[in-house]
């Protein structure tokens, strides 16, 4: 085959060289996507060579090298290797991976030691095996199993930028090799003969690789050598120890004498013993190991020979022996001069000696060292390498911890000092010999300084999860790197021996060696290095004066070094820009000193200019005015700098947050705006006195104001006078842990006990909102760690504690961690990530169970890192100790044991996972795992009000038998019939609730619990003929129900993962169904709420269950509201029930007697707001904002809260938004907009919900800004504190919980939205005739039609187009005029002009699915296409074609639909349509032939495909895409049509699809049911045509 690569490939790579090369763009900013693939299958026994052109040390890892079965003219390519699944096997470092999960560790060579010239190669033998080559020399089988067809992949991944494809061809003869290979075993067993020998070569080696001068050595059989005298060498004698120290001077010209050559050698022995590369264990002779210093010290004759053979063969040509011809600059990591390649490597791994500074503290296996008492000493923490440094050996550490108290930070260097024999200084710099280190940005020589400028980055201003590395490459070099950037050579002359050493000085608190074969901080080191290139991250320098001069006065005043066109008057406090009419910028100012903790910066715009487009900007800088060069805006300075600008915060020049506070734009003169930073780091800004709330956090402390005298800001003065400034909000917090803003002080004991929530203490880039339920990572783009939480309590036995992801960012490696602790949060010291603490911890992280830092093991059943947007992760401790794991919903089984009682839940918000919110689920899970069952004492009964307990209707399924007059229900035989009906119709708000009794765990499934119309008096008095085996089965009547965690309605899924599933409960648990008064149906487990399960719940129905599966008895545990006349009569201490005999004259059934609270908006509100009738109406009479309006009374719970949206004016974009806040409105500052309150607010808004200005849910509910005129919006909070919408009288669900109470609506009339009115009950709802209000209970779905209901109390009325306001409807539109369609092909009722984008659907409350025809027979609603109505003509009229036909979809062609139109029936199209005959196959179902050429239209009809689901006839197969300029925005789309139609049942064959797609495209419909075909002329009518833009 041609050794060529694939033109497809990553998006960064580019080919050249007749696709031979493969280089990865952008290769400083990016280490992945950069996959290519071999351009044809390998044949058997190739190896397809690649050689490494290029590589870069900014990045961990390497290249990656493997084959897959996926052809890569239909690939998706992932960001990298591992990432193929399908048949994928890769070599990744020294692991093989199989479709991305570990098969094999310490495989082979490790590729990312290779360097540029290296060869690799991978081939699959005959026998189906997978063997990796490196440089001509093959590493053995690495797979087997492999299936025949198979493309080479290389990954040009981390450090690996370029490739070239060498060869793709069987390897040569191997009788060579195995001649060297006996050849390499004489000459070790010569070896073993010659310990002298060895010793030399070993010392001669040594030297050669140290640069020391050493004279010529010739090794023979026994003698040696040396200065031309052959003499015995001296016996190593076990007293006879190490030099502690080298020479100080080091220069290259040094004279040894011989006794101090001979202890250079003597080291130089030692450290080949203990060193892994250097010297090996050789198979069945044992080596020299770690930390055995009498193997190591002491070794002489035939002894030293047996500790560790190091032949002194060098027929190898190279490192690695055996012929090989290694390149790699590593030197000797392929192996040791001289031994056989069956020399088997330990794994020596670099970490901190035992022996250390004073106050050093180690742990993590001594790959950590933290100082103690960081707040009290600053030195004193000097810290080594266990062993020598290899050469080209990287030693790395990243920086966990820093404190900001002291001056100067982190050093690091090397030594020649032995730690064993080392007196440790306070300081590493205080040494005078052997030393060599980076202070700071300067390098320090036995502690004199020798460089003074060594690089860009000082030390001092590196942050915590920054990377610091060191390496000594073999030409004696020694290079520092700084987030894997290399700073260059910082000395030249560097001793071959040396340790690696870093002194945890100032504000350096705490390090963690990394190793690059570690996934977990591969990862993390490029998270790092991403960070440190990204443009949005500044490197905050301290200021040069970090105390102001006590003979200077305190005041804040401006800095004389000012802009351009700036200038700075009246002693200091004001600054002006003399020429504002002529010019915009230049006019940055700053203060004359840092500002204090706490202090407050304000400032007062004395001048404004109406000439130019923005205003004042605001902010701090760690830039010391007296040397910054000032740039013409502050926002273009792209380090140590946060500024206000408009409504925005941006740090370094990027946006870090885009809505925040009130707009500096809109300013006037007299106006003041602030600046503070806080002792907890955190950055806040006032205007005009009021706080807007943190804006930033991690601020360093010694910082300088600034104010950028931009655009229409022409003149500002400094406020001295403080008095008048409100106290600052106290959300500060102590030590290393932060509190959110957000976060509740503490947890008490008005929450449920059982209540999990996120604890208040957590990282310093978390956020803990929405009561204590959703935490989010702050500035996720800039930062990638510092983000744990963790659980408010300890778990309980067998008690899930769950969260769903709620967003993620496409930026960083590595996801979501989660696991547990037991650490207390009040004594955790939050780490930057929770795999840092090293006792007491047990993590997941991507696939690795990790304990106290360490992995455990690898491959567990699920990978984190590969999850997504609303994925469900929970972890859950059994009785036993064991750590179980759920993937949405699903038990990974035991992840680890022995697990102490009381632990808390963990969650690392790290890399690409940004946000999370625990889960209702959350909470005691199933008690199989559990040592003793659940009981009602283990869980409140919450009852209804006391009174007669519920019954079981006498009517059920066959094979149930009722028990104790009607309270008990068992199932006596199978595992279905088991259907039970309470014995009266619920009323509203009545809770009908069973504890299960028995289970059988034999059969699976479990208990359903619904409601249904069905009513069972009128069933026939043998079950065998009424009743349906099972609950989803039974469709005679609407029933909704619940069945695990799925909702569904007559049998037809609405809902997945709803609440707690019922196929965990077991014996004790309780379940309980109720229909509320909003019409939707609430279950009940173990008397918690689990939310509205269903909407638009008719009024008349009946409790129902079905004892099915494992359940098979219940008992009632409920009570009646009311029973019947002549019962007694309920007590209730809120006397809220109605007698059966009232009649119905409210919009519920049994609403509490007590008469609603009448609304009426405060007389406080927005100055551009004026109110009308009585204060129940509210105008925008200017402008688009300050339209902010609150009611004038609380709003009590379970009372709906309605208005109507009665003016809208589309000059202005978005519209209203609303809410509640906690507090009395009474003296509230009304600010611009909604969004500009912080506290206690609970905000809807487009179809987001935001907590004091955080978003904490998307996509909920229909988009307000498209609500039309007529439009009726509701607010209810329910008993539990749960905040609902309400659209035109349709429940949206619960969009916040944790409201409290009181609690005021608050309406704000923005953009579009400029006038709304209260709905009382004295004006009837919006569509209601005659003052009638309708319940949404009294429709039937019958009414339904494609989502419009008629005659429904809660729609908007006739004349109200809900697509009048709809910009994708306007659009689609234009398409369809574009069409030239002439005008008498539609129908001119605007009725039937539907639109299904999100927000009309949503707002009209569409489900998904409907029935039409007889029989009737489920179709799907068209989301996302747009519906035009088609007129019937009359000879193509058919009788209640629409009731009893079917409703199916036809996509076609732009070109057919004319004819299409003229002939009023489908019909095949052209031969580029995709209907044509030519297309599809000749054979199979579904395919037909062309129509002979002589054969006659009228006699053949065509056959025509249809399918109930327009994600299926939609398909750019069926429906092509064209091109179109839309003439309103002048901007270029895609659009596609296709027809609605009805069509007459028994005329259409149903078979399956016929594109070859083997995933499900509907959920509701099978692939094999899928598509329609019909050739029965007639069977058609169109009734809708679809149009979709793009």
Not at 76 to 97: Q, Y
Request: proline content about 6%; overall charge negative; aromatic content about 6%.
């Amino acid at each position: 085959m041609a050794a060529e690569l694939h033109p497809r490939s990553g998006k960064l790579i580019g080919l050249s060289n007749s696709n031979r090369t493969a280089q990865r763009n952008q290769s400083v900013q990016e280490f992945n996507h950069g996959l290519v693939l071999s351009r044809e299958p390998l044949r058997d026994r190739d190896v397809f060579t690649v050689r490494i052109d290029k590589k870069v040390n900014s990045w961990s890892g390497s290249i990656e090298i493997g084959v897959t079965a996926l052809d890569p003219a239909a690939l998706d390519f992932p960001s990298s290797a591992t990432g193929l699944k399908g048949g994928s096997w890769i070599v990744s470092g020294c692991s093989v991976l199989k479709d991305g999960r570990s098969v094999l560790e310490e495989y082979g060579r490790d590729l990312d030691q290779l360097g540029e010239g290296d060869r690799v190669g991978i081939q699959r033998n005959g026998r189906g095996e997978l063997h990796l080559w490196v440089n001509g020399q093959d590493c053995g089988p690495a797979a087997r199993g492999l299936p025949p067809r198979l493309w080479a992949v290389v990954d040009l991944y981390g450090k690996c930028t370029q490739v070239t494809v060498m060869s793709c061809e069987p390897p040569p003869d191997t009788d060579s090799e195995e001649r060297e290979e006996d050849e390499e075993e004489g000459e070790e067993e010569a070896a073993l003969a010659a310990p002298v020998a060895q010793m030399t070569e070993a010392c001669r080696e040594h030297a050669e690789r140290s640069s020391t001068i050493v004279p010529p050595v010739v090794v023979h059989s026994a003698p040696a050598v040396i200065n031309g005298s052959v003499d015995e060498v001296p016996e190593v004698t076990r007293g006879h120890s190490r030099p502690d120290k080298f020479p100080s001077n080091f220069e290259s010209d040094t004279v040894l004498t011989e006794h101090q050559l001979f202890d250079v050698f003597n080291n130089a022995i030692v450290s080949l013993y203990r060193s892994e590369d250097e010297g090996g264990e050789d198979s069945g002779l044992g080596g020299a190991r770690p930390g055995n210093s009498d193997s190591s010290r002491g070794c002489s004759g035939s002894s030293s020979a047996s500790r560790g053979a190091m032949g002194g063969s060098d027929s190898g040509g190279g490192p690695g022996g055996g012929g090989s011809t290694n390149n790699s600059p590593s030197g000797s990591s392929g192996g040791v001069t001289g031994l056989g390649s069956g020399a088997v490597t330990t794994n020596d791994a670099l970490l901190f000696h035992e022996k250390c500074g004073t106050l050093i503290k180690l742990s993590n296996n001594h790959k950590t060292a933290e100082r103690r008492r960081p707040l009290d000493e600053f030195n004193n923490g000097v810290v080594m390498t266990n062993r020598p440094l290899r050469h080209n050996e990287m030693f790395e550490i990243r920086i966990d911890k820093l404190v900001d108290k002291w001056s100067g930070s982190i050093e690091i260097g090397v030594t020649t000092h032995n730690p064993n024999n080392l007196d440790y200084p306070a300081t590493m710099t205080n040494l005078r010999s052997g030393t060599i280190m980076m202070s700071g940005c300067g390098i320090l020589t036995n502690g004199k300084g020798t460089r003074r400028e060594y690089c860009e980055f000082s030390l001092d201003e590196l942050q915590e999860g920054d990377h610091i590395g060191l390496m000594r490459k073999v030409s004696g070099a020694l290079h520092f790197y700084i987030n894997g950037i290399d700073q260059g050579v910082a000395a030249s002359q560097t001793p071959g021996v040396v340790y690696g050493v870093v002194d945890l000085y100032g504000m350096a608190v705490k390090v963690t060696i990394v190793h690059n074969h570690n996934h977990s901080d591969r990862l993390r080191r490029n998270n790092a290095i991403m960070r440190a290139l990204s443009p949005d991250v500044g490197r905050p320098r301290p200021a040069l004066s970090l105390t102001p001069d006590p003979e200077t006065p305190d005041r804040l005043l401006f800095h004389q070094n000012c802009g351009q066109k700036a200038a700075i008057i009246g002693d200091g406090r004001t600054a002006l820009r003399p020429h504002a009419t002529d010019d915009f910028n230049h006019g940055v100012v700053l203060s004359n000193r840092p500002l204090h903790s706490n202090e407050v910066f304000q400032v007062r715009i004395d001048k404004m200019v109406d000439k130019w487009a923005g205003s004042i900007e605001i902010g701090v800088t760690t830039h010391n005015p007296a040397y910054l060069q000032l740039p013409s805006t502050m926002t273009n300075l792209r380090s140590g700098t946060w500024m206000m600008t408009g409504n925005g915060v941006m740090h370094n020049g990027t946006t870090i947050l885009d809505e925040y506070g009130h707009n500096l734009d809109r300013l006037k003169a007299g106006d003041t705006v602030g600046v503070v930073r806080k002792d907890d780091g955190s950055l806040h800004f006032f205007v005009n006195g009021v706080p807007q709330g943190p804006a930033a956090w991690n601020v360093p402390p010694s910082i300088y104001a600034v104010v950028d005298l931009y655009g229409q800001a022409a003149q500002a003065t400094i406020m001295d006078d403080m008095a008048d400034l409100p106290p600052l909000p106290d959300d500060s917090s102590e030590g290393p842990t932060a509190l959110s803003p957000g976060s509740p002080c503490s947890v008490t004991g008005t929450a449920s006990v059982s209540d999990l929530r996120f604890h208040q203490l957590h990282g310093t880039n978390a956020v803990i909102t929405n009561g204590g339920r959703t935490a989010l990572r702050q500035n996720c783009r800039s930062e990638f760690n510092d983000a744990i939480v963790i659980s408010n309590r300890c778990l309980r036995e067998g008690e899930l504690f769950e969260i769903v992801i709620q967003k993620m960012v496409d930026r960083w490696s590595g996801s979501i961690e989660a696991g547990v602790t037991a650490i207390r949060p009040e004594e955790l010291e939050f780490p930057n990530t929770m795999t840092d603490i090293d006792y007491d911890t047990w993590m997941l992280s991507g696939t690795a169970i990790m304990q106290d830092g360490n992995t455990m093991r690898n491959n567990y059943g699920c990978d984190l890192d590969s999850l997504s947007t609303g994925s469900r992760i929970g972890m859950m401790r059994t009785a036993t100790g064991d750590l179980h794991y759920y993937i949405n919903g699903v038990d990974q089984g035991v992840a680890c044991t022995g697990l102490p009682s009381d632990v808390y839940a963990v969650i690392d918000l790290y890399g690409q996972c940004v946000q999370v919110s625990i889960t209702s689920s959350s909470g005691p899970l199933d008690n199989s795992l559990c040592t003793s069952n659940v009981t009602e004492k283990s869980f409140p009964i919450h009852s209804p009000v006391a009174g007669v307990a519920h019954r079981l209707h006498s009517k059920h399924g066959k094979n149930v038998v009722l028990l104790g007059d009607g309270c008990q229900a068992v199932r006596v035989g199978g595992y279905s019939h088991g259907i039970v009906f309470s014995a009266k119709e619920l009323k509203t708000d009545e809770l009908f609730e069973v504890k299960i009794n028995e289970v059988d765990e034999q059969w699976s499934g479990s208990l359903h619990v619904g409601l249904t119309t069905l009513q069972p008096p009128d069933l026939p008095s043998c079950p065998l003929s009424g009743l349906s085996p099972s609950l989803t089965q039974l469709r005679s009547k609407v029933t909704w129900l619940l069945a695990g965690a799925e909702v569904r309605r007559n049998g037809m899924l609405q809902k997945q993962n709803y609440g707690c599933s019922l196929d965990r409960l077991t014996v004790g648990n309780r379940v309980g169904v109720k229909r509320c008064s909003d019409d939707t149906m609430h279950i009940f487990i173990d008397g918690e709420d689990m939310g509205p399960a269903a909407t638009a719940v008719a009024k008349n129905v009946y409790a129902v269950l079905d004892l099915y599966g494992k359940v098979t008895a219940v008992s009632v545990v409920s009570s009646t509201l009311v029973e019947d006349s002549d019962s007694v009569k309920a007590p209730s201490l809120s006397s809220d029930s109605c007698s059966e005999g009232e009649e119905d004259t409210t919009p519920c059934e049994n609403e509490p007697a007590l008469v609603p609270m009448a609304m009426i908006f405060l007389e406080n509100h927005g100055k551009n707001i004026q109110l009308s009738n009585q204060n129940l109406t509210a105008a925008r009479v200017s402008s688009y904002n300050q339209g902010l309006l609150v009611t004038a009374q609380a709003l009590p719970r379970q009372q709906l809260f309605q208005f109507q949206i009665d003016r809208l004016n589309p000059s202005w974009t978005s519209s209203l938004s609303l809410g509640v806040i906690g507090y009395s409105p009474d003296r509230l500052s009304f600010p611009s907009t909604a969004c500009c309150l912080k506290r206690s607010v609970w905000l809807l808004q487009r179809d987001s919900v935001f907590h004091n200005s955080l978003k904490i849910c998307e996509n909920y509910g229909p988009n307000l800004d498209t609500c039309p005129e007529g439009t009726v919006l509701g607010l209810l909070v329910d008993a539990s504190g749960g905040l609902h919408l309400f659209v035109n009288g349709m429940d949206q669900g619960t969009a916040a919980q944790d409201v409290p109470n009181p609690c005021y609506p608050i309406i704000d009339l923005y953009g579009q939205c400029e006038q709304v009115t209260i709905v009382t009950n004295h004006v009837p709802a919006v569509g209601a005739k005659g003052g009638e209000v309708r319940c949404q209970g009294d429709m039937e779905k019958a009414d339904m039609v494609d989502g419009i209901k008629e005659s429904v109390c809660w729609t908007p009325p006739p004349e109200v187009n809900p697509n009048k306001t709809c910009e994708y409807h306007a659009l689609c539109s234009r398409f369809k005029d574009l069409l030239t369609l002439p005008d008498g092909y539609f129908n001119e009722d605007a009725k039937y002009n539907l639109c299904y984008c999100e927000s009309c659907h949503k707002l009209r409350g569409d489900e998904a699915y409907y029935k039409r025809g007889e029989p009737p027979r489920d179709y799907a609603l068209p989301f996302g296409w747009c519906r035009f109505g088609l007129r019937i003509k009359p000879h193509c009229e058919v009788p209640n074609a629409f009731k009893k036909w079917h409703i199916a979809y036809h996509g076609t062609s732009v070109g057919a639909l004319r004819r299409t139109l003229d002939q009023s029936q489908l019909m095949t199209a052209e031969p580029a349509s995709v209907f044509s005959a030519s297309p599809l196959k000749a054979e199979g179902h579904g395919s037909y032939g062309e129509p002979e050429e002589n054969s006659a239209p009228e006699w053949e009809v065509p056959c025509v495909q249809l399918s109930p689901t327009m994600r299926y006839s939609g398909l750019e197969a069926f429906a092509p895409k064209v091109q179109f300029r839309d003439p309103r925005s002048l901007r270029c789309h895609q659009a596609q049509v296709g027809f609605q139609v009805c069509v007459r049942p028994g005329s259409y064959k149903v078979g399956p699809q016929t594109l070859g797609v083997s995933e499900p495209l509907d959920p509701r419909f099978n692939n094999s049911e899928i598509e329609w075909i019909t050739k029965e002329k007639g069977g058609t009518l169109l009734y809708g045509l679809l149009v979709r833009v793009e």
